[in-house]
């Protein structure tokens, strides 16, 4: 049986998939979501210590990371396993892996060891802080990218302490830029004819993510600093207490600033000296947001959102997740998406975050169970019955 695609965009494109835990599985994941045949190779569970890395391979978390893929064991430690390995790069057109970056080179994986075998061959490889220099041997973890690039010490509340995102905002941005990185180079290889080797890590895209706050740095010598829910630069924009919760008001402008101003009923604010202009509304913004809030808290969050939407002032709801998704527009959106299980029963995902017209993205297929598909994998690839037989008996799969 053919295995299905999610999409036709990428279905030219066979995928090697190495990687572990979120930032590997978050660049493939793209790849997969678009039709790419991915093969995501595992450790035969013979080899393994515990549970396999990422937790155990039924909750939420794995599944909604490694959709639309099929599965294969292989032990690359093993020359039988390497060699095996280096068949499939033959006939692939991407590998990804996540491993620290000394890894690849001990296993003979390494971009000039792949380049070899495929000429075509893309390289995508994702690290904690860079593929040389003297961090590159320190584990990565999204928390630490966290801190070291820079997103704690602006999140959160002045005097608290930094504050974590409460998404693993550096692994999953990293996999995306990977993923971006990928589809350039293999733009880039019809022209070429050659691969090349793509390479980011959580540390760059973390930095990357703090665009308009490093250039502050960059380029004004301005060191950003925790704001709470204020932005940074634009007064008022934050959070508002209402009578059955709270809501979010972005007042960019002079011109919105004054809408804000008469829709809420302090329309005395417009011209009041301590506010007439950007620079001192953020210079007053304490008690700008004071007298916002008295206003505020005597009408629900539902009030304020029709009132603001009809005098043009954005605005909207602060949700709890299970509120996002009861949303009218994001069901209209269609992002979470149904996929049947083998056993016939309907599994939800998060979906794909863009569209396009002609080639759309689906979840054809839950997650794999581990190495569901090596036998299949390995005859598509040209391999006899009695080798992999023999693959079987070294336990290199």
């Not at 599965?71 to 095996?84: E, H, V």
């Not at 994702?126 to 928390?143: K, L, N, T, V, W």
């Not at 070291?148 to 974590?164: A, K, Q, V, W």
């Not at 008469?262 to 004071?290: C, F, Q, V, W």
Request: net charge neutral.
């Amino acid at each position: 049986m053919t295995f299905p695609r999610a999409s036709q965009a990428l279905s030219r494109f066979t995928v090697l998939d190495l990687t572990r835990v979120r930032s590997g599985p978050t660049c493939v994941r793209q790849l997969a979501d678009w039709g790419a045949n991915v093969i995501k190779i595992e450790t035969p569970a013979h080899l393994e210590k515990g549970e396999g890395p990422g937790g155990p391979r039924n909750n939420a978390d794995f599944q909604n990371l490694h959709r639309n893929k099929r599965s294969i064991t292989l032990d690359l430690k093993s020359p039988q396993g390497l060699a095996a390995f280096k068949r499939l790069v033959a006939k692939a057109d991407v590998v990804v892996e996540n491993f620290r970056p000394d890894v690849k080179d001990r296993l003979g994986i390494a971009y000039e060891d792949l380049k070899k075998v495929n000429k075509r061959i893309v390289l995508a490889s994702i690290s904690g802080f860079g593929q040389d220099g003297p961090y590159a041997g320190r584990p990565g973890f999204d928390q630490i990218a966290q801190g070291m690039g820079g997103l704690m010490s602006i999140t959160g509340e002045p005097g608290r302490g930094p504050m974590r995102v409460g998404i693993p905002v550096a692994d999953l941005c990293a996999g995306l830029f990977a993923a971006l990185g990928i589809q350039t180079a293999l733009l880039e290889r019809e022209v070429s004819g050659e691969g090349q080797w793509v390479n980011t890590s959580l540390l760059q895209a973390q930095i990357f993510m703090l665009d308009f706050q490093a250039a502050r740095w960059l380029q004004m010598g301005e060191v950003a600093k925790q704001a709470g829910n204020n932005h940074p630069t634009s007064i008022p924009t934050g959070v508002f207490k209402t009578k059955d919760g709270h809501i979010n008001i972005a007042s960019t402008g002079q011109v919105m600033w004054e809408r804000l101003c008469k829709s809420i009923g302090l329309p005395e604010l417009i011209d009041h000296p301590d506010y007439k202009t950007g620079a001192l509304r953020s210079k007053n913004r304490d008690a700008i947001n004071a007298a916002l809030e008295a206003k505020t808290v005597a009408r629900t969050s539902a009030e304020w959102i029709d009132l603001f939407e009809q005098a043009g002032v954005p605005s909207g709801p602060i949700y709890n997740i299970d509120q996002v998704f009861a949303d009218e527009q994001v069901k209209h959106l269609g992002i979470a998406q149904d996929a049947k299980k083998p056993n016939g029963e309907s599994q939800t995902f998060v979906g794909q975050p863009f569209a396009l017209s002609r080639t759309p993205s689906r979840i054809v297929a839950t997650p794999p169970e581990q190495g569901q598909h090596t036998d299949e994998v390995f005859k598509e690839f040209g391999f006899a019955d009695d080798e992999i037989a023999a693959l079987h008996a070294a336990k290199a799969v």
